[in-house]
């Protein structure tokens, strides 16, 4: 079975500019979530979508935005790129969003470098 | 979500138990422990998760305080491939975003010959 797969692997893109990231959930997941990863940190959470609906958000500015389509893929836009942008872009998927008990997968990230 | 303090880094010799330790004092009743691990480079990767009971899996095993204000991850062999930084979560039910994981920094578990 496909994991939840991520598009593009690696980016550049210079300050000002704007970036969309692409994730394919698992098959049968509804909710998908967006994480950042800046070198040596843990993720942090940006986003929730269920069923394309915003069911969360982090503390991050709105130059960050994300959709989630009638097959629960989900992009995620940055505008505005700032060099602090630069990091990893990781999406989890799960079947639900409402339970403790519910596992996120991530997928593999994308590697944005912001020059 | 529950604040867990973990020790920045652990060494295992391969083929020994690998015991990492979590505390999650202010846990609360409804929240869940939760595992991930993630190797240099790629996804976090879910390994375990708990709410009162003793669990183990095909990866590891996890040990929670009766008081469940702390807990530990065994991976009872531990090979050159577990090297990886571990992860302890605390994440709630129902919070209208429960997805969201709160990761902190994680303890770097360096796997030896």
């Known amino acids: 079975d496909a994991g939840v797969t991520q598009s593009p692997t690696h980016l550049i893109k210079t300050r000002g500019q704007q970036v969309t990231l692409r994730c394919s959930p698992i098959s049968g997941h509804k909710s998908v979530s967006w994480y950042q990863q800046v070198l040596g940190q843990g993720p942090q959470f940006i986003f929730q979508?269920?069923?394309?609906?915003?069911?969360g958000r982090g503390n991050f500015p709105d130059r960050f935005s994300a959709r989630q389509f009638p097959n629960y893929s989900s992009e995620l836009n940055v505008n505005a790129l700032l060099l602090g942008d630069s990091a990893l872009y990781l999406c989890?998927?799960?079947?639900?969003?409402?339970?403790?008990?519910?596992?996120?997968?991530f997928g593999a990230g994308s590697r944005l470098t912001v020059l | 979500d529950a604040k867990t303090t973990q020790p920045t880094s652990m060494d295992c010799a391969e083929g020994r138990a690998a015991n990492l330790p979590c505390n999650h004092s202010t846990i609360s009743g409804n929240e869940y422990v939760y595992w991930y691990r993630q190797i240099h480079s790629q996804g976090p990767q879910y390994i375990i998760h708990g709410l009162k009971n003793n669990e183990t899996n095909e990866m590891a095993s996890l040990i929670i305080t009766e008081d469940r204000k702390s807990s530990t991850l065994i991976l009872p062999h531990a090979t050159l491939r577990d090297t990886a930084v571990y992860y302890c979560i605390g994440r709630g039910c129902y919070t209208g975003t429960a997805s969201k994981l709160t990761f902190g920094t994680g303890t770097r578990l360096q796997v030896t010959l």
């Open positions: 979508y269920y069923e394309k609906e915003e069911r």
């Open positions: 989890a998927s799960s079947i639900g969003a409402n339970s403790g008990a519910n596992v996120l997968t």
